[in-house]
């Protein structure tokens, strides 16, 4: 009997060598073609990869897997974005797509994602379904070697690259970037994103500056390849010194966007959120509904009562916001981590296609990202925001934390001097406090961590209030 495989808030994700070995992957894929199988689905399926170590060889696994159990696989000729490889799902016309990458976890983890064939998330039931449908141990595995799928094309190569570079012109006009006289910082975080920007956006006026853009496994000078502080200090500084009027930032898979200002520090991603809805609000004029994790910014809210739009909220994680943009059309979808989603595209994250939309919003306003946000901020007042992970070192600190949650009581409870007016648990704990502000304390779905996040209009009381929500977990 092996492991259980438990798919978390986006698939699966494991330490190599540990419990992330070849036996495991064929099971996560002869799970997925089981699933595929049981709701009728044949045909094409993507399968990619990203830069960490043995990521292709795993991919490869993968396709033998999928191509044992009648599938014909498109395999992606070198490691590719998530976004394009998602993109390609539904540009080939396939029923689904796997992605091997564990995004931004650290260097020593890999992942197994599956994606639906619109290239969005699979919602929580269809997860749970291929959870089920994983085979215990090898000897259900049914797959046939690479080189002999090859030869007779049950498994092909291809270059995901094109047919995205296509589409993404539909999405956005690149040529004013290009022609803007910019100087752009590009933080590839080691990753998948490494060399697209540069392209996309050469030849022009604009002079691109590549920053951790090789392959490097062990994502040295970070400690994980999330597009926040202190990760991106190096990329930060390479900003500040350059004299650059801001820094892109994409993790380690490309499906997530960081922001520096054109003074190296760093924006954070629920600013980035509010700018960019901003942007399609106020800048292009489109409508349409905004689509947030509970756990992502108020301001969000504010701009869709100021501009009439429809404001949803989910859970945390994709696997909540891709089936709710599909639902309701959105015009743009998005969460705490900066993964951010947009209309007439795939439902999915993508840290290239929001760079180039936040580039564009500064041409097109002719205004630096500080003074973009106090445009925001004029709006809908200034919103401050931070972050604390703590490590859970086993089941019993979980359970306590969990325990103690359970029975908080917020009648007279404050938070960093405010007063708890709502408590909502619709994932995690969420206090909602008497100046508009939240706390959320939530057990990630990635990694063994609780994370305690705070918003508020009160910038002074940011360290207080994540501190009592430490304590409110017993982690203090």
Known sequence: MSDRIKFGTDGWRGRIADIYTYTNVRRCAQGFANYLKANGQEGVVIVGHDKRFMAEHFAASVAEVLAG??????LTDKATPTPVISYSAPARGAVGAVNITASHNPPEDLGFKVRDPFGGAIAPDGLAQ???????????????PLDEALADGRIQYFDAKPAYLTHLADLIDVQPIKDAGLTVVVDDMWGNGAGWLSEILGGGATKIIEVNAGRNPLFPGMLRPEPIPPNVDNGLKAGKETGADCVCIMDGDADRCGLGDENGEFVDQLRVYGLL????????GERGTIVKTLSTTAM????GQLYGVQVVNTGVGFKYVAPAMMKYDAMIGGEESGGYAFRNHVPERDGILANLYLLDLMVRTGKKPTELLALLFEKVGPHYYDRIDTRLTDDAMKAAAKVRLDNVDISNLTLGGHKVTDLITTDGYKFIMDDG?????????????????????DKDAVPAI?????????IA
């Open 437 to 457: 502000g939240w706390l959320l304390v939530r057990f990630s779905g990635t990694e063994p961590l609780i994370r305690v996040y705070t918003e508020t209009t």
């Open 277 to 284: 809805a901003y942007y399609f609000l106020e800048v292009r």
């Open 300 to 303: 969000l809210d504010k701009l």
């Open 130 to 144: 291929i959870e089920s449908l994983i085979p215990d141990g090898a000897d259900d595995i049914r797959r046939v």
């Open 466 to 474: 994540l501190e009592d929500g430490k304590r409110l977990a017993g």
């Open 69 to 74: 159990n009648g599938f014909t696989v498109h």
